[in-house]
């Protein structure tokens, strides 16, 4: 008998210690949510026989997705920003002759070359990044022709859809 009240009573000990643990199951925080946002950068360069010879404009969206212009007044343009909501990003950059040209013909020969570096990604690495460069040698007396021919000199949009994280050009 004085067993069994001994075992009755190192069992009833042994179930109130397991009752009384410290070893909850941890409380799981629900994931918190991300939002998904659009990264863009452009850059373009330009030869200083661009900016003597020409008017350099760039068109672009801004951040909010507002339309704008800046003349480009040194060789490089830049600009960046996030965005947070669905929307077209791009630029465009065009070129005209100045109306004293050949006054400004000068040289034989100019260099003339354009560069640009556009990068759009968004948080979830959706996106990319373009190069290209290009150069051109042109005599002075087909420099006014070239820069009639060529009034654009890059064009890049695309519209992102935040909810999908997708891009369409």
């Given at each position: 008998?004085?067993?069994?009240?001994?075992?009755?009573?190192?069992?009833?000990?042994?179930a109130?210690?397991?009752?009384?643990?410290?070893?909850?199951?941890?409380?799981?925080?629900?994931?918190?949510?991300?939002?998904?946002?659009?990264?863009?950068?452009?850059?373009?360069?330009?030869?200083?026989?661009?900016?003597?010879?020409?008017?350099?404009?760039?068109?672009?969206?801004?951040?909010?997705?507002?339309?704008?212009?800046?003349?480009?007044?040194?060789?490089?343009?830049?600009?960046?920003?996030?965005?947070?909501?669905?929307?077209?990003?791009?630029?465009?950059?065009?070129?005209?002759?100045?109306?004293?040209?050949?006054?400004?013909?000068?040289?034989?020969?100019?260099?003339?070359?354009?560069?640009?570096?556009?990068?759009?990604?968004?948080?979830?690495?959706?996106?990319?990044e373009?190069?290209?460069?290009?150069?051109?040698?042109?005599?002075?007396?087909?420099?006014?022709?070239?820069?009639?021919?060529?009034k654009?000199?890059?064009?890049?949009?695309?519209?992102?859809?935040?909810?999908?994280?997708?891009?369409?050009?």
């Amino acid at each position: 008998m004085k067993k069994q009240l001994l075992l009755s009573l190192l069992m009833l000990a042994g179930a109130l210690g397991v009752a009384c643990s410290d070893n909850e199951d941890p409380i799981i925080e629900p994931p918190t949510p991300t939002t998904t946002t659009l990264t863009v950068g452009y850059t373009f360069t330009v030869s200083q026989a661009y900016l003597t010879l020409a008017d350099v404009t760039v068109t672009f969206l801004n951040a909010e997705g507002v339309q704008q212009s800046e003349p480009m007044t040194s060789t490089t343009w830049s600009k960046s920003f996030t965005a947070n909501q669905s929307r077209e990003f791009g630029y465009t950059v065009n070129v005209v002759a100045k109306a004293n040209l050949d006054a400004l013909l000068t040289e034989d020969s100019y260099v003339l070359s354009t560069s640009y570096k556009d990068s759009y990604k968004s948080n979830t690495n959706q996106g990319r990044e373009e190069y290209r460069s290009s150069t051109i040698t042109i005599a002075n007396k087909r420099i006014a022709d070239y820069l009639l021919k060529h009034k654009e000199l890059h064009k890049f949009y695309l519209k992102w859809d935040k909810a999908s994280d997708t891009f369409i050009k």
